[in-house]
């Protein structure tokens, strides 16, 4: 019953329509690019992949992928999948290169790790995690998931600009200004601060955090939204004192965006 009231808090993204259905994201052929230099997993994603309508390609190395993230033809892409351990560097490292120049969905796959190294792949700017071995008809599902969202996700955030404590949050410029100075925001800080927004002054269940920011089901021993709000409450703090504590911690149910006291 706790649960089910604390959910009921989840109010819906303010997007400025008040009426009308949801955003559908329309079907299209979608090009993903997968950095991993196990060619068997390669092979494996392409006989499994259950939609013939998309096109998956393959880059093996960090330096391959690098020259990829830095031409023209990533625009081209709706999605990549990073292998974290690559042959000749990290997997991480080409994350952060692509998250700089781009917004575009990544799902980082590992072959090792726990709840804390995915906290560390989320923090570097991926947006979902998958651990080997793994279904691919799930990976698929995720991939067309983050897709949609992004589609969805372009449309409502045009024009669309708050205030969190003395600090203009522009979602559509994805970025938070106060007086000459300002801070980017990740796609995904936007999408979080949007989240508190659409529940300023009540209670922010971390279950509605995970399904309308992250697009999955809140896991407890997951510490991606605990990450993701200690960096707004640092860059927030870093353009004003005063608007770093206005994130309240609600302790067992999740976040409270409030006014400067």
């Not at 529940?199 to 896991?219: M, N, T, V, W």
Request: glycine share 6%.
């Amino acid at each position: 019953a706790a649960k089910a009231a604390a959910d009921a808090t989840c109010a819906p993204l303010r997007s400025g329509r008040t009426h009308g259905p949801p955003y559908q994201a329309p079907e299209k052929t979608m090009n993903i690019m997968i950095i991993e230099d196990q060619r068997d997993v390669v092979d494996m994603l392409r006989l499994n992949w259950s939609d013939s309508r998309d096109r998956l390609d393959c880059l093996q190395s960090v330096k391959q992928a690098s020259r990829f993230i830095h031409s023209n033809e990533l625009a081209a892409y709706d999605c990549m999948l990073i292998d974290i351990n690559l042959t000749d560097g990290s997997g991480l490292e080409v994350l952060r290169s692509a998250r700089a120049r781009s917004d575009i969905p990544i799902v980082i796959i590992s072959g090792a790790g726990d709840a804390d190294s995915r906290a560390d792949a989320i923090s570097v700017g991926a947006d979902d995690y998958v651990m080997k071995p793994f279904s691919v008809k799930e990976l698929r599902a995720r991939v067309h998931r983050l897709h949609a969202a992004r589609l969805g996700r372009d449309i409502v955030r045009q024009g669309l600009a708050f205030k969190v404590g003395n600090i203009e949050c522009d979602i559509g410029r994805l970025s938070m200004d106060f007086g000459d100075a300002s801070q980017p925001l990740t796609a995904l800080e936007g999408r979080i601060l949007q989240v508190l927004h659409a529940c300023a002054g009540e209670d922010c269940p971390k279950s509605c955090i995970a399904r309308q920011a992250l697009f999955r089901e809140y896991d407890p021993r997951d510490k991606t939204i605990d990450v993701y709000i200690n960096r707004l409450r640092g860059k927030l703090a870093e353009l004003d004192a005063a608007s770093g504590d206005v994130i309240k911690t609600i302790r067992g149910v999740g976040y409270r965006l409030s006014d400067i006291q």
